[in-house]
């Protein structure tokens, strides 16, 4: 019976509500969130190392806030000055609007997808194919944008800029739950290297996408429930399912 959720996201702004925190209150149930990943910006020395020239490109590309973050960040540590007439793309609206921490919104040539797709960008992209993009990545980034980009012809230089590490969780606190929900491959690696001797046991694994569950199964760990990438299907509505399917 599962009691005691372990969701592997940062707790919710309090003006905002998870559905993981309706299923709490539905069920009767304890959900805690605990981020199991750490996002750490790269040294301008590893920049450098990358051979990569920024100014020589006319377009920046931003598939998260994370790349928004470092990248401007980056640019100050290497005191780097944008051109005003430089042009920036976006996943989405939500995530452009981010960008006003760093430059004048209004001022800019700001350009984004509909629907926070990758194919939707590219749409974007496409009518601008003359541009030069430089696209700052995480070290573990999907090449989908890329993959496109290239099969389209388009000008473009991938540039890792942050990484992804397992943050330390605090061993004070008892790893009990009946349930761990994963996001990425990184959290379920960050799992084995916070807690190196845990055993699966009774307790159900629920992640999200393939890679998530195929390094789950790499690390000897069995996945219970697996929610596919790009079907519709959230993690929330899934889990409530299997509440109501235990239940009976």
């Known amino acids: 019976m599962v009691k005691k959720i372990l969701v592997s996201q940062p707790k919710p702004a309090t003006t905002t ?16 969130f605990r981020s199991l990943i750490a996002v750490e910006r790269l040294t301008p020395k590893e920049i450098r190392a990358q051979k990569v020239d920024i100014l020589s490109h006319t377009a920046i590309v931003f598939n998260s806030k994370q790349a928004i973050t ?7 540590d290497m005191r ?4 005003e007439d430089m042009k920036y793309f976006f996943i989405s609206q939500q995530v452009s609007l ?19 797709l990758v194919t939707d960008l590219l749409d974007v992209m496409l009518k601008h194919k003359k ?3 430089f696209i700052p ?24 800029m942050y990484r ?11 790893f009990d739950y009946d349930m761990v929900v994963l996001f990425t491959p990184s959290g379920a690696k960050s799992l084995v290297d916070n807690y190196p001797d845990f055993k699966q046991g009774d307790t159900i694994f629920a992640c999200f996408g393939e890679s998530t569950a195929k390094k789950l199964e790499e690390l000897g760990f069995r996945v219970d429930i ?3 990438q790009g079907q519709g299907q959230s993690m929330a509505s899934t889990i409530e399912d299997f509440l109501i399917a235990q239940k009976g």
């Open 80 to 83: 780097i000055t944008l051109p």
């Open 164 to 174: 992804t590490v397992s943050a330390k969780l605090d061993k004070s606190k008892p």
């Open 98 to 116: 981010y960008v006003q921490q760093f430059i004048q919104y209004r001022k800019r040539k700001i350009f984004f997808g509909k629907s926070g």
């Open 17 to 32: 509500k998870s559905p993981f925190q309706d299923l709490e209150q539905k069920y009767g149930i304890q959900v805690d």
């Open 226 to 228: 697996k929610v596919a």
């Open 131 to 133: 541009e030069k993009f």
């Open 70 to 76: 470092h990248f401007f960040n980056l640019c100050k």
């Open 137 to 160: 990545q995480s070290d573990v980034h999907r090449k989908d944008l890329s993959s496109l980009l290239d099969s389209k012809g388009i000008e473009h230089t991938d540039c890792v």
